[in-house]
């Protein structure tokens, strides 16, 4: 296999129901190029194939080879409401309007024409009306027809479930290939996703993702992780490396087994206390080590941590000095180290010279379905060496350790906010950083924090560049209404991401690898017992991000509760240090007889990073959480028995579609949570509670600790249920949950009687979910002081505002000689209003989660502002016109104040000259919304020419 070039390709994205009325019904679509396959194994593979064709589009790739189907689900008051084919009831009148749609289209377009003096606009008007005749004839005859063939069955309502079958079985085809149900990832299983292939290309390269196993028609297999391990070679990687599987070594995954104090939940989601329960940690469970000298070969050997992918084959390998520790182990037990063989799990031997990659069978997925006898599975396991070394020995990385974004702080989530037991103090204290940070956004003396702000943040689809430099060349332009009403939004918007839990503590990411010196000495068969060697403490770590000798905190996402958090030691080491080339990314931590694989929610170490809190406030109210409260360990007993069955689409179809169902649990797990811990710390510090003989304050607290427990359990049941399905029912027992009586409250009725009320939800509920609550209540909770403390920072005091035309120069008298282009001033505004409409259409489709990033936004954001660019930048713009289109905006600014004025005062002087020119004013005021668009796209299609225009500061 030989490496290609780096780019990404974009292919069709579609909706399943789209989808099926194009290929079946034969109805048009507006097909979008924004998903996409990423650099990877397989993109690799396809460019080798000679039947896989990609066309570059401006600077992008694109194919029709793979499309990506889009399964939508919306969920309305913890109801699914799955996508669906309309049936012909509904088709119709879609059709109907669809149709008066272009008509009114046309007849707009008749009336200009007819008006039009411009003989290069007329000629392209009577373009576009020829192109809507040919639409609107065709669509006539497609509802004709449709109305003439009501009763056939492909015009019937076709439900989810139904549809994924018949995609997922039948297939479909697109222009003019017959495309098959390929794969999918974790990642695309979890948003309700899959991708088909074109079928000349299905055969070679399912062959490819399956390494070649046959798997046989009358036998069942677990097909859920089946799925998951096939898309390993699918995700997207940084970087190759070559590793023969020569210089692999892999030895045995051990197990410490210990006791301690836990609340255990199982299949029943019954909590139940056990101080004696059994934790079972596989202390190498993902990881591998790799000779620093394989990564120096490909230029990367500052680095201490590289995420390897190939074939049923992922691990988190971390940078170590494998051979120097072989040859000083060799010298310290007398072995030739020409000589010195080691012995693998499959009983390979493989000389100690030779050995550049440590690993464990955790890391080798195939060996799942490679039967349980010794000569099985290494059999299965030479199959996978002749597998990578037909590859060339190819491997993909998908990420390094790197440095955070924000230097040495990190944003908290909600989550980890509101399980600190505190009070308003505490509160003003850990959010002193962001209070200040907004007050220097806003603070119009020195604009210098806010310009860093635009600058940094500045992407395509925003207008933080062209402002930051418009600032830079004269800081006027701060005084104009356009740039303090752009402000004033953005901070707005910041102001709402911190009350959201969005705070900067000092803090770091850093990447798990779990006793990799025990590791060394266990890959020369030197690990008789499961002890470790560098640590005495089951709660000590290792890293260089912080001083030693010192107490930490860590957590890891998903955080639910005060269980979560565990508190470390950090300390030095001299063979780590010696061994392992750690970086200020990655943290040593042990694993052996230690709870802290547990306590963060089955962390492992496969590429797992955990948050080190150094934040010395931070710290102490965590302490003081854990003081005021007994939080055991939460432990998940529930056991999952995999139901194999044949390996169909048919099947994979119903896995997928159960899969779908399930992804409304992550979300509503993670609120319900919360809203648990929110009750919980207002109830402790309610003094006006009331209690009967069926409810008091002691049993309520009670309740819910056992229900956060539950859900702690649920969280990883759903986060992982793409690979592993259980038999519990996970929507009856959130059921129960919402309705539990602990997070309910006793109060007198109109009557004088006591009732059971339900709570309403916390004011913060607003800032963190996609619901916006009627009646929120003030919860005694870090969220609701959090939240009402950022509302309290005074907004800045705005001085007067000076005119955007006070900032822009005059034309030059030769300039001045070339009039502005009245109709490409038209022309460029009407662009930028279907550009805003689109930016619109994109949010308003987009995945509504504020946990996930939505990539096909990203990507539909890029190519709407490519599309614009490209029509902008065919023309060649005068300075006189982008004068000009600055003069339009102010007139936008201008009517739109006017228009606020007369809001305000709701009085109309048939004198006033305002209106006299009240349809102008209002025609501008429309477009106030493109006021700073149209500015953008002059800047981006030509800065220079564009800050020219912006006089100096010193004039």
Known sequence: MTKNNKKQVYIPSIEAEQLYDM????????????????????????????????????????????????????????????????????????????????????????????????????????????????????????????????????????????????????????????????????????????????????????????????????????????????????????????????????????????????????????????????????????????????????????????????????????????????????????????????????????????????STPSSLKFLKYAGKSKDERALAYKNWCDKVREDDCLMGIVKFDKGGKYGDRQFTSYQMINTLFCNQRDIEELSKFEVEYIKSLKDVENNNTYIEYLEKNAQVANSYQMFADMCKKNPEIAETTLFKNYRKSEISKYKKYVKGGKIRIKAGYCTVVANPVEMLFSAVDDFKTVESRTFEKPNQVYSTKYSFDKEYTVLRNPHNAMHNFYKVENIDNSLIKKYINTTDNIIVINAIDSEILCRLNGMDQDGDSLLLIEDIYFNKTIDKTLEKGNYPVILNKITSKPKPVQLNNANIAKIDGDIALSQKWTGSITNLAQYYVSVLWDLKQDHNYIQNDNKNKADDIKEILGNLSILVVLSNVSIDYSKKKIDVDVDSALSQIRKNPCVKKLEYNAKGKLKLYARNKPKFWGCVTNSKPKKPDFYNCPMDLLSSHISKVEDAKYTHSVSLLDCVRELTEEEKKQTYDHKQVVDIINAVEEYSNQIKEIHANAIEDKDKVDEEKNQALIIANEKINNKINKKTIKTSTMRQLFVEVQKILDATKIVNKKKKTSKVNNNDEIDKNLDMIYRYNKMRGIATQILNVLYQKDPEKFLDLIKNSEN
């Open 23 to 358: 290929s079946v019904r034969g109805l048009d679509i507006k097909v979008d190029y924004v998903g996409m396959i990423p650099y990877s194994l397989e993109l690799i593979r396809l460019r080798l194939n000679k039947k896989f064709k990609e066309r570059k589009v401006s600077s992008r790739y694109e194919s029709d080879a793979i499309i990506n189907i889009k399964f939508k689900n919306k969920i309305s008051k913890n109801k699914v409401i799955p996508s669906y084919v309309r049936s012909y009831d509904k088709l119709i009148p879609r059709l109907d309007k669809q149709l008066e749609g272009l008509i009114k289209e046309k007849s707009s377009l008749d009336k200009n024409i007819k008006v039009s003096c411009n003989k290069r606009a007329i000629d392209k008007m009577e373009k576009s009306v020829k192109q809507l005749e040919f639409k609107i004839d065709n669509l006539k005859k497609k509802i004709q027809q449709i109305k003439s063939d009501k009763d056939n069955t492909i015009y019937s309502e076709m439900k989810s479930d139904e549809l994924r079958l018949h995609l997922y079985t039948k297939g479909f085809y697109f222009k003019g290939e017959k495309y098959k149900f390929y794969k999918r990832t974790s990642s695309k299983s979890k948003n309700l996703q899959a991708l088909w292939i074109q079928e000349k290309l299905y055969d070679e390269m399912m062959n490819w993702s399956l390494m070649g196993l046959k798997f046989e028609d009358d036998k069942e297999y677990d097909i859920a992780s089946l799925l998951a391990y096939t898309s390993l070679v699918s995700s997207s990687i940084v970087e190759t490396i070559n590793i023969d599987p020569k210089n692999i070594l892999i030895v045995d995954d051990q197990y410490s087994v210990f006791e301690t104090n836990a609340i255990e939940v199982g299949n029943d989601l019954k909590p139940v206390h056990n101080e004696k329960a059994t934790i079972e940690n596989n202390i190498w469970d993902g990881q591998a080590l790799i000779d620093k000298s394989l990564l120096e070969s490909i230029g990367k050997g500052d680095k201490g941590f590289a995420q390897l992918r190939s074939h049923f084959f992922k691990c988190a390998s971390f940078s170590s000095n494998i051979q120097d520790f072989i040859c000083d182990y060799a010298k310290q037990h007398g072995k030739d180290i020409e000589t010195w063989k080691l012995k693998d799990c499959f009983g390979n031997e493989i000389l100690a010279k030779d050995v550049l990659l440590i």
